[in-house]
């Protein structure tokens, strides 16, 4: 079965600062990875995936993760992050014949 | 398209009651599954159901139960309460193939007294 671990429950930047959002999974065959945000008092949105091809994958407000097969990550980047980026991020994986697994998140504190 | 709706968004009961709450998921997507998020377990995964079928279950006990009707709209029951039941419990649709997109429902807030 597979998991994901997400090191950080909580990261504090100053806003304009970029941010990295770590996240490792384990798995013993080949994986889908996610990113879901979840903005205060909201269901959780899809940022971005990976599903195949590129590893580079990007979101529409800037974010951007690269899946990194041999270092098992699929680390959550942005260059500069803006005070409205202020949610908790969830790091997912699945396979083909498996459920998706959450990792417990990681709440983002922008600085003023 | 409308999203992903839950209801009630809020309730309250004691322990020893039992639950149940409803998801109507996105039109023509049939899985829907189903998550408690706490702060301490962050969230976790209970059931998915495909057409009508469970597919997957989570390591939660026998008091959590679900279904899922012809019309893909979900409920989610919990029998016998306990205060650990407290919880915001998310319903996700999907189409219901591997990897895609699950898209969710804004929670029911349960609070068990």
């Known amino acids: 079965a597979q998991s994901v671990t997400q090191l950080d429950s909580q990261v504090p930047v100053f806003e304009e600062a970029p941010v990295e959002l770590r996240c490792n999974y384990s798995?013993?065959?080949?994986?889908?990875l996610f990113w879901y945000v979840q903005y205060p008092n909201q269901g959780l949105q899809l940022l971005l995936k990976?599903?195949?091809?590129?590893?580079l994958v990007e979101s529409i407000n800037g974010f951007e993760a690269e899946f990194n097969k041999s270092q098992t990550s699929f680390h959550l980047r942005k260059p500069s992050v803006h005070i409205s980026d202020t949610a908790e991020y969830f790091c997912a994986v699945s396979t083909r014949d498996d459920k998706i697994i959450f990792g417990k998140g990681t709440r983002l504190h922008i600085l003023p | 398209k409308a999203g992903v709706t839950q209801t009630p968004r809020y309730l309250i009961k004691t322990r020893g009651q039992q639950v149940t709450l409803s998801c109507s998921p996105i039109s023509g997507h049939r899985s829907v599954s189903w998550y408690q998020q706490t702060p301490g377990q962050g969230l976790q995964f209970l059931f998915e159901?495909?057409?009508?079928?469970?597919?997957n279950k989570g390591n939660f006990p026998g008091r959590f139960s679900g279904r899922q009707f012809s019309n893909s709209r979900s409920e989610m029951n919990v029998s016998t309460l306990e205060l650990g039941d407290s919880a915001l419990y998310l319903c996700?649709?999907?189409?219901?193939?591997?990897?895609?997109?699950?898209?969710f429902g804004p929670g029911t807030r349960l609070l068990v007294l």
């Open positions: 996700a649709s999907s189409v219901g193939t591997t990897g895609e997109t699950q898209y």
């Open positions: 990976y599903l195949s091809g590129s590893t």
């Open positions: 798995s013993s065959v080949s994986v889908y």
């Open positions: 159901y495909f057409s009508e079928t469970q597919r």
